[in-house]
């Protein structure tokens, strides 16, 4: 998964059905969240408050929670259908008595918090505010002394699909990669107050004040043949990448991809035997030692 945060961008966004999809997402990736946790731990031993920033439905929140059994966790997002489940999650999961939520557009909404947070968590959440530069040092300020600040950030685009599957042309995947860094690029340029960057994260970090702790990259690699799960989350990515990019794409890769999303079609990816997940994201931790 590069971005594929399209659905963000349309005004009457259908929260339900973007809520599972997130969610789907975020529990096939549980592996690769579980490990980054287990790295952050080393950074960041026993935070009392952890703030999960543009957490979504939840998931990594309550990830959150597990991994640091004795900490609080406050789960901040503008989106309040997606707290709700947030919080029914944490329910759920029996981590309610020590799980919070915060509405609000971030950065701004941090300063509702009653104390310095210990662990800041920005899972993609950064990108989608205008100026980064700013919002990280919002972050920061946040943060108490010793507090750390890990953002996940960049990484490699999900791969799905063989180079070659047997139908159309071949690279098809890293045609969409193409469109999917111009439509992000797009994204970006049309944010509020949208500042150009250079995405060095630990300059950005520095800037702030911060001290660079460390960068680390984390693998999800669900071979083939593979889940049901896994199926399902691919033909989602691929369905919205069909929506999003119907105009964009030529007739031949129009046609591949209605394929590949087409249950009844044995070339479909519900159906052959070579789909797989591989993907990478990177987190950048920082400390604030003043």
């Keep these: 998964m590069a971005h594929h945060h399209h659905d963000h961008q349309h005004t009457d966004i259908d929260w339900s059905r973007m809520a599972e999809h997130l969610e789907t997402q975020a529990e096939l990736f549980t592996p690769l969240y579980e490990r980054a946790l287990a790295w952050l731990g080393h950074k960041q031993t026993e935070p009392g408050l952890i703030v999960d920033a543009g957490s979504g439905p939840g998931v990594l929140s309550c990830l959150l929670a597990d991994a640091f059994p004795g900490a609080r ?18 329910e759920r999961l029996g981590v309610a008595d020590r799980f919070g939520i915060l509405v609000g557009e971030l950065p701004g909404i941090l300063d509702d918090l009653d104390y310095p947070v210990d662990l800041l968590w920005a899972s993609r959440s950064l990108h989608h505010l205008g100026d980064q530069r700013s919002g990280i040092a919002a972050f920061a300020a946040r943060l108490a002394r010793g507090g750390t600040l890990a953002l996940m950030e960049g990484g490699l685009p999900a791969r799905f699909l063989p180079r070659d599957i047997g139908i159309g042309r071949p690279g098809l995947q890293a045609r969409l990669d193409a469109l999917e860094e111009e439509w992000f690029a797009a994204m970006r340029a049309n944010l509020p107050d949208s500042v150009a960057e250079a995405e060095d994260w630990p300059a950005l970090m520095a800037s702030a004040g911060l001290r660079h702790t460390g960068t680390r990259s984390f693998m999800l690699d669900l071979p083939a043949p593979t889940t049901d799960r896994a199926r399902a989350y691919i033909a989602g990515s691929l369905g919205r990448l069909r929506d999003v990019f119907a105009e964009q794409l030529d007739s031949d890769d129009r046609e591949t991809l209605d394929r590949l999303l087409d249950p009844e079609d044995a070339a479909s990816v519900h ?8 993907a990478v994201h990177t987190v950048h931790t920082a400390v604030r030692t003043g």
């Design 73 to 90: 966790v406050v789960a901040v997002d503008g989106a309040e259908p997606l707290l709700e489940r947030a919080q029914a999650r944490a």
């Design 271 to 278: 159906r052959r035997a070579d789909v797989f997940v591989l």
